[in-house]
């Protein structure tokens, strides 16, 4: 696992961070993927989260990169430094709602539909930015970009005029310089496709696979 790690690292230059996708992955596996430099993990399910939360405070920072039901965002804002799927006002809402009751404020990324997939979260492309127009007026959250989940194609390639469909969007929304608005992060690309989202201009990579094999 170190060896994937440092050769993934190595192909990131430092302006690209990684997250290291740790759903069904048990507790001591990621205890490995820490002590090989790992800060940042992502996290599917807030009940699994939950499990690693207590055995890992304070050891490493976690990410939700799953969608979010509304009934499960009270204990997720407790979990998590970063929520990467907001994609509608209602969970907008519901995060401002339960981080203005532990008085924090929740760093998200607001999820985009690049492919309209009916089946897939995120909000389609052209309604992006009325979504963050509205998210920017919430007191307890803080929009750092966006994140996408490209279609899933055998050939990786195939993925490349999502991303940059998002990336143009990303700049466009950076360029409106929105109040409480920053856009710093682009998490884009997971063990298949970071590579052509790296040269697509992202600066997150999402990968488990190809750190930790197959899952079992």
Same mark, same amino acid.
């Given at each position: 696992?170190?060896?994937?790690?440092?050769?993934?690292?190595?192909?990131?230059?430092?302006?690209?961070?990684?997250?290291?996708?740790?759903?069904?992955?048990?507790?001591?596996?990621?205890?490995?993927?820490?002590?090989?430099?790992?800060?940042?993990?992502?996290?599917?399910?807030?009940?699994?989260?939950?499990?690693?939360?207590?055995?890992?405070?304070?050891?490493?920072?976690?990410?939700?990169?799953?969608?979010?039901?509304?009934?499960? #965002?009270?204990?997720?804002?407790?979990?998590?430094?970063?929520?990467?799927?907001? =994609? /509608?006002? !209602? $969970? &907008?809402? +519901?995060?401002?709602?339960?981080?203005?009751?532990?008085?924090?404020?929740?760093?998200?990324?607001?999820?985009?539909?690049?492919?309209?997939?009916?089946?897939?979260?995120?909000?389609?492309?052209?309604?992006?930015?009325?979504?963050?127009?509205?998210?920017?007026?919430?007191?307890?959250?803080?929009?750092?970009?966006?994140?996408?989940?490209?279609?899933?194609?055998?050939?990786?390639?195939?993925?490349?005029?999502?991303?940059?469909?998002?990336?143009?969007?990303?700049?466009?929304?950076?360029?409106?310089? #929105?109040?409480?608005?920053?856009?710093?992060?682009?998490?884009?690309?997971?063990? =298949? /496709?970071? !590579? $052509? &989202?790296? +040269?697509?201009?992202?600066?997150?990579?999402?990968?488990?696979?190809?750190?930790?094999?197959?899952?079992?």
């Amino acid at each position: 696992m170190r060896n994937n790690i440092e050769k993934i690292k190595q192909e990131l230059s430092s302006n690209i961070k990684l997250i290291v996708a740790t759903k069904t992955r048990s507790i001591e596996e990621i205890k490995q993927a820490i002590e090989a430099g790992i800060g940042i993990i992502g996290e599917n399910y807030v009940q699994e989260a939950e499990r690693k939360f207590e055995a890992l405070k304070g050891k490493v920072k976690f990410h939700c990169i799953g969608h979010l039901q509304t009934n499960k #965002i009270k204990k997720a804002v407790e979990i998590f430094d970063m929520i990467q799927t907001v =994609d /509608s006002v !209602k $969970i &907008a809402k +519901e995060i401002d709602k339960r981080c203005g009751d532990i008085r924090k404020i929740m760093l998200i990324l607001v999820e985009i539909n690049s492919g309209k997939e009916p089946n897939k979260e995120g909000v389609m492309p052209e309604d992006a930015i009325n979504l963050i127009k509205y998210i920017s007026k919430l007191e307890n959250v803080k929009i750092k970009g966006l994140m996408t989940m490209a279609p899933y194609f055998d050939n990786p390639e195939k993925d490349r005029p999502y991303f940059r469909l998002t990336k143009k969007l990303f700049n466009e929304i950076k360029s409106l310089n #929105i109040p409480n608005v920053d856009m710093e992060i682009l998490s884009m690309g997971m063990s =298949d /496709s970071y !590579k $052509i &989202a790296i +040269e697509e201009g992202t600066n997150m990579v999402r990968i488990g696979t190809k750190i930790f094999g197959p899952r079992q």
